[in-house]
Nanobody, 127 residues
Framework: QEQLVESGGGLVQPGGSLRLSCVAS????????TAWFRQAAGKEREYVAS????????YYADSVAGRFTASRDNAKNTAYLQMNSLKVDDTAVYYC????????????????????WGQGTQVTVSS
């Protein structure tokens, strides 16, 4: 059973930065597909970014490409989401999720394929 604990959310002004962390207990991120999703109030959960199983190929939603950077530290068994140039529209609860299998780049975007989820961390972008 994989447990994920997220941290790093908070309140930031437009244009600011935050870094989210996701610590895994049990498995190792390099042996799992890792993804970040977010859900704004009253909206469906949406894909943000993902890191592939094994060799870390990284993919982004168009809405965050060029502003967000996903990464992982295998030694610390921690995944990160560095968020720069934040916009009001980035306000949401952010979740990390993992699947202990290799997924295709298109499949990585499907939240139904992820077995384990963190508790979520609130990110609020407001002036």
């Amino acid at each position: 059973q994989e447990q994920l604990v997220e941290s790093g959310g908070g309140l930031v002004q437009p244009g600011g930065s935050l870094r989210l962390s996701c610590v895994a207990s049990g498995g190792q991120f390099m042996m799992m597909t890792t993804a970040w999703f977010r859900q704004a109030a009253g909206k469906e959960r949406e894909y943000v970014a993902s890191i592939s199983y094994g060799t870390p190929n990284i993919y982004y939603a168009d809405s965050v490409a060029g502003r967000f950077t996903a990464s992982r530290d295998n030694a610390k068994n921690t995944a990160y989401l560095q968020m720069n140039s934040l916009k009001v529209d980035d306000t949401a609860v952010y979740y990390c999720a993992v699947n202990p299998a290799s997924l295709s780049p298109q499949s990585m975007k499907l939240d139904a394929l992820y077995r384990f989820w963190g508790q979520g961390t609130q990110v609020t972008v407001s002036s």
